[in-house]
């Protein structure tokens, strides 16, 4: 066996670029023509032609299908097969179903459909126009995968099935994502197209209108948005289930979902909307279920006074009752002179035009198959015509001949008759030689000659050819056509959507661990007594309602806030901040502060109007690092920082902020190793951008500043040691001086751990 000399590399791209072709034109991909994957549309055929699977018979079991379809033309896996063949069963999936199916098919709700040994089926009433004239050389047949069968290349579709139904298909590099559309909408497209084929793209989306999904939720875009996704072919249909609302018993009230957004499972819809009622984000509901038939019927009870408005508004912004639909009309376009089809992002227009002239070609050679019939016909006719005459001496020819081949051969011979016409009329029977049967062969001949002068006539005649295809498009429509499920809401009434509206105001405790563990509590308990991690403990605790805020500034300088309803409601541990704010790798909070909603602010600022934990945008903090690098920065903009915070200040490589306190008359810095030191407010500059900032504390080696304090000299300070007992000092007792200096001792032994003001 010879070896052939190549590189990986080579072999890798020619293997992985074959690959990659089979999937986009023989797996993934729809064709504009028919609107079928390979998969689609093997399955169409068996059914049909093998398994006679008709609206008319009876129903076969699915497994009978999936074997004849791997057996004859689909050389992969069984479980791919069948959830094929369920998808155009499911009235949910499909806006016009193909399959017609008998058992569990699965649900809107996400449930699987039964084992293929279980469920039965067969085709639709549209799959057989889908199939169209399949047994009259429409379409070229190609061998299946062994050679045994030949099976077609596409089928000779009178249903426009790319856009009626869509397709949804990932390939290798590329994919697609057509909505279904209204049949009727999109006959009459092809109508006027028709009929004007320079039709604008804008004209045939006024006629298409937009997306018509099977469950029939409302589409939000506007009509310029819609046009433009058509011109291109890529875009995003704006999706939103509908609601009414329902008078109860007992003054109670009732939101019904009526309809939900295409391709979502309503079940886990309404574990969502459960979740944000259990946990208390959506006040003005207190119970969903689901009372769903065959149509949907989701039932959201509402809380007393409640606004169904504001409930529907916090469910379309949080739930996938809205969703989006992301178009992209990538189908197979058949190439003149190739066998194969190139894949192409279609227009609208473009995808109405491909179909037309396939249905152009479908008639011509549905015609000349028809014409070539009637020729034969016609031919064997012409043959009993001409013997009619003397019929005693054919059957005399017949009696004494030696057998049928030399009967037909002196036949041949005596009336000058072609094979075709001796052998027919040597195997006529004795009754089709009376007088009546001979009128009614000249009248058959008459009527077929009549019939070949028609269509030839058609042929030679476009406008004759359009007609017929606009007659079936018409009966297409009117046999098969039904109202829009899918409304067109063209002025989309947004709800102001307002925070507050969801949150209950409760007087609240935020609790903040030195290991960064956030929960809250109510004012009715002790936050002493609140449970921790072993080994922890409580950094701050904040006395602030739902409605308020607490920011966090952290040791690689960036500043957070979060809303205190955010914060765990919890009689445990709670939950560390990494998990609710987008913290980087090592960040830790350094310090917490109070932040009043603007509801909070004016009743808060008496009883608190000397408490350094609240903040407040103007105010200056500030900030230190280890190293006693610092400045005050002016904060601004704190309700517009996003949960991956703000950066406040510029940290050199080995730093890392260690304290940050509202600017005060006095600012006391203190170190791990108990030295202080006291600078008076000109000392320290103010900022309004982030910086490095000036030496505010010289730090010894193995030293570094642990706390920054804002107060006076009357004021007592809580010193927290490690592994010792706490000590209180005077804020006298701290050395006051200018930047730069070390400082003083005010502990003579032992490591501080933190510092607050009594």
Request: aromatic share 6%; glycine share 6%; charged share 30%.
């Amino acid at each position: 066996m010879p070896v052939i000399e190549t590189s990986l590399e080579k072999e890798s791209r020619d293997r992985y670029l074959t690959y990659a072709l089979s999937v986009v034109s023989s797996r993934a991909l729809p064709d504009v023509r028919d609107g079928l994957k390979p998969v689609q549309r093997r399955i169409l055929y068996d059914m049909f032609k093998f398994l006679k699977l008709t609206p008319a018979g009876s129903y076969r079991k699915s497994a009978a299908v999936v074997g004849g379809v791997l057996a004859r033309f689909h050389p992969h896996g069984d479980v791919a097969c069948y959830e094929a063949m369920v998808r155009m069963a499911q009235d949910f999936s499909m806006r016009y179903t193909l399959v017609d199916g008998q058992g569990n098919f699965g649900s809107i709700d996400g449930d699987s459909a039964a084992a293929y040994r279980y469920t039965e089926a067969k085709l639709t009433p549209l799959a057989i126009e889908v199939i169209g004239e399949i047994d009259q050389e429409t379409v070229p047949f190609r061998d299946n995968f062994d050679g045994t069968q030949v099976e077609p290349t596409v089928l000779p579709s009178k249903v426009p099935n790319l856009l009626v139904n869509g397709a949804m298909g990932i390939a290798v590099g590329m994919a697609t994502s057509i909505p279904p559309h209204n049949l009727r909408d999109v006959t009459k497209a092809l109508i006027d197209l028709l009929e004007d084929p320079e039709q604008s793209e804008a004209k045939l989306a006024a006629t298409v209108k937009a997306p018509d999904f099977p469950t029939g939720c409302a589409v939000l875009n506007t009509t310029n948005e819609l046009k433009e996704i058509y011109k291109t072919g890529r875009g995003s249909i704006r999706m939103r289930g509908e609601w009414k609302l329902e008078e109860g018993s007992r003054g109670k009230r009732f939101i019904i979902v009526t309809n939900v957004p295409y391709s979502l499972d309503k079940s886990q819809l309404i574990e969502k909307i459960a979740s944000h009622i259990i946990s208390r984000k959506l006040p003005q509901l207190v119970d969903v279920r689901d009372e769903s038939t065959d149509e949907v019927r989701i039932v959201l009870e509402l809380a007393t006074d409640a606004d169904p408005e504001v409930a529907m508004a916090y469910l379309y912004k949080n739930t996938p009752l809205e969703s989006n639909f992301s178009v992209n009309m990538t189908a197979l376009v058949p190439q003149k002179g190739i066998v194969t089809c190139k894949p192409e992002l279609l227009s609208l227009k473009a995808m109405l035009q491909h179909f037309l002239d396939f249905r152009y070609e479908v008639v011509t050679a549905r015609l000349e198959f028809e014409k070539r019939k009637l020729l034969e016909r016609i031919h064997i006719l012409e043959g009993f015509v001409t013997i009619f005459d003397d019929l005693d001496n054919v059957i005399k020819i017949v009696r004494k001949s030696a057998g049928r081949q030399d009967a037909a051969q002196q036949l041949q011979k005596k009336y000058k008759l072609t094979e075709i016409q001796s052998y027919a009329i040597v195997d006529m029977r004795i009754y089709q030689l009376s007088r009546t049967s001979i009128e009614d062969i000249r009248a058959e001949l008459k009527a077929k000659l009549a019939r070949v002068k028609e269509i030839d006539a058609i042929l030679k005649s476009k406008k004759k050819l359009s007609d017929l295809i606009k007659s079936d498009l018409e009966e297409i429509s009117e046999k098969f056509g039904d109202k829009r499920r899918s409304k067109i809401v063209k002025d989309v009434e947004e709800v102001e959507f307002d925070e507050s509206d969801y949150i209950v105001k409760e007087e609240v405790y935020a609790i903040v661990t030195s290991d960064g563990w956030l929960k809250r509590i109510r004012q009715s308990n002790d936050p002493a007594g609140t449970r921790i991690r072993e080994g922890d403990r409580i950094s701050k605790v904040h006395t602030l309602s739902t409605l308020d805020w607490v920011a966090f500034f952290t040791n690689l300088g960036n500043l957070y806030t979060l809303k205190v309803a955010d914060f765990p409601a919890s009689s445990g541990y709670g939950s560390p901040v990494q998990k609710i704010l987008k913290f980087k790798d090592g960040e830790k909070i350094v310090e917490s502060f109070s932040v009043w909603a603007a509801e909070s602010e004016d009743a808060q600022k008496e009883l608190f109007e000397d408490d350094t934990s609240v903040l407040v945008d103007g105010d200056s903090v500030v900030l230190v690092t280890e190293k006693g690098m610092g400045y005050a920065l002016t904060v601004n903009g704190l309700d517009s920082i996003k949960r991956n915070g703000k950066r406040v200040m510029k940290i050199r490589t080995g730093d890392n902020m260690a304290g940050a306190s509202l600017l005060g008359p006095q600012m006391a810095f203190f170190t791990k190793k108990g030295s202080a030191l006291c600078l008076k407010e000109k000392e320290i500059p103010v900022r309004e951008n982030p910086a490095v900032g000036v030496i505010l504390m010289s730090v010894r080696d193995g030293d570094s500043i642990v706390s920054c304090i804002s107060g006076d000299k009357q004021k007592r300070l809580h010193v927290e040691m490690k592994g010792a007992n706490p000590k209180e000092i005077k804020f006298s007792d701290v050395l006051s001086g200018k930047r730069a200096l070390k400082g003083r001792k005010v502990v003579a032994k032992g490591e501080i751990n933190s510092v607050e003001i009594l």
